[in-house]
């Protein structure tokens, strides 16, 4: 059986220093020559997606937005999973009763992306800091939903995304998807509300329905929010910087990390590349 590779980004292709090395991408690009099929599901946007990976060979749809957006190797979107505006305004109320602002990350009602955001606190500053020169920034004082949400993402302390993530839990239940986790580059905590079929679970079974379900699915990852992802794949391979709870779900866990190259260490002697 043929097979597809996918490969979350952050901490698992990508180094520390947000780059792919000159090895994975000497690695995958052979692969890609030979038509074997890589592609990666990452939470990073489409724009920034595109960007990190431009020395890499696509060929084949990615998974981006944490699931809630397909994107053709060129950036069209495929597919895009996102909450409309009254819940969002009603997701927004909530958080304000804790002082908190978020970033609305999705589509305006012309179509076009947009990273929305409003009151910032020191955390925020420093992402958007990263992203200043990002063309999808969008300042409203008064930080309203937009037409299509992909992500709404508040980042804080701990404390204060406890409290809203209980309410939130309680108000909307099963019609949102929470997602809570430790940021790995800053220190703070990312709280992201999205569809709740906007995952990478989801997102890689709606992949495999654009022509690839009949191919043997090896998913490669570090994180929570790679599980869902490993319950649909035939190998689930855990970097060795993985949380534990992913190890606990992997059939195979590698002896290196993202920054010794791990994805590409395993593809290489599967392929016994020299």
Known sequence: MKNLYITDLDKTLLRSNLTVSGYSVKIWNTLAEQNIKLTVATARSAPKTLALLKDLKLHHPLIVMDGAMIISPGGEILLCKALHEAITQEILACGRRFGLEPFVIGLDAEGTERFRYGKTNQLQQTLLHEYRNDKRLQHDSSLNALHENVKIVYIDQKEPLDALYEVLHEAFG??????????????????????????????????????????????????????????????????????????????????????????ARYLQERYELQ
């Open 174 to 263: 099963d019609t949102i998807e929470i997602k809570f986790s430790k940021d790995p580059y800053i220190d703070g905590y990312f709280l992201t509300v999205l569809h709740p079929h906007g995952d990478k679970a989801h997102a890689l079974q709606k992949l495999l329905e654009m022509g690839y379900d009949d191919l043997q699915i090896t998913a490669f990852g570090d994180s929570h929010n790679d599980i869902g992802m490993f319950e649909i794949a035939h190998r689930k391979i855990a970097v060795a910087n993985a949380v534990e709870e992913l190890k606990a779900v992997a059939t195979d866990v590698l002896p290196h990390t993202n920054d010794e190259d791990g994805v």
